[in-house]
């Protein structure tokens, strides 16, 4: 009978929490009304919007059940393929961003917001201000120097340490659909018109170009007289090159980067969903409104499917899909389909 009053207490005392959470951020922020979605088929089922408080709980439930579902995928890909996924690396873990204010880590894969995660991360703990951000009196290499020294698990004092911070806290992955994920680095490493076309991206598409130039389909591509690499260029690249940058993070997998079949983790941020899991974890890690500003701002994602099948469309049907059994494990693990214009 204790027991049953002390449960009993506990979920009233959860309740006027969510509910209170409900009445300070209502007036400022508009809850995305989401039902359960098609974990495979990532589609979204929106609701109408209610008018009652009680849609703030709906909406925390909700995405609840999301995150299960996820989680159940993730789980249910690795017994499946487990004898292909190839050996993690032990440390994979250890260079995950950690925010000791907020008590989350996150395994910050590139193309998939870690420069929003890193700026999030480093502001919010305190090691720079949004002034510094938006005043540009701080850059990128001091950004990562000071991510890589503070903020990231490795930072930690000992083994202990890690494990305690990894048990205790949420830990988080952010994912997006791995062909969208290729051509968005094509789109900003390869091509000269890019910021990301540096001093370290802008050779290595030239250097792409020279090497696989040849192996193009049409003739007419072979010819041409350009020096920076095509997107049938990167791919083939990707592909068949056995040089470390072929295995940069920008296009490195999911499973490599994070090891999501080793490591647990608790929430599964999707680009396809930014918002909704945005909001949700502003609440969950009770995020102040000072911070919100910098927590992942979801305005500017873009998620183009049409875009990525124009790039896939003009290369050869083979090469696709070559390119959906490398990154075959990515898909299955986050439920991500096999795209239609593939069969």
Known sequence: MRREK????FGLAVGAILTSFYHIYSGSQIWPEIIVKDVREEKIILSSAPSEEHSFMDFMHNMEVQQTERRTTVSEACRRIKQDIRFMQPVAKYFNLFSDHYKFTVCDIN???SSS???????????FTYDDKINH???????IQIANKKARLQAKENETEIKRVWNEYLNIITVRNPFQRIVSAYSDKMRPQSKGFTYVYGPLSKHINQQFKKLRYLEEDRNKDDETASFEDFVNFL???KEPLANDPHWRSFDQTCAPCTYEYDFIMKFETMAEDTAYLKQR????????QIFFPVHNRRVNDTRTEEYFRKIPLALSKAL??????????FGYPMPSWLF
């Open 6 to 9: 002390l449960s009993l207490c």
């Open 111 to 113: 193309k998939c917001g």
């Open 117 to 127: 995660w890193l700026s999030a991360v480093l502001i919010m703990d305190g090691y």
């Open 137 to 143: 009196r701080i850059h990128g290499d001091e950004v």
């Open 239 to 241: 592909l068949y090159s």
């Open 285 to 292: 890690l009770n995020i102040s409104k000072e911070h919100g």
């Open 324 to 333: 959906h059994a490398k990154y075959k494990i990515d898909f299955e693990l």
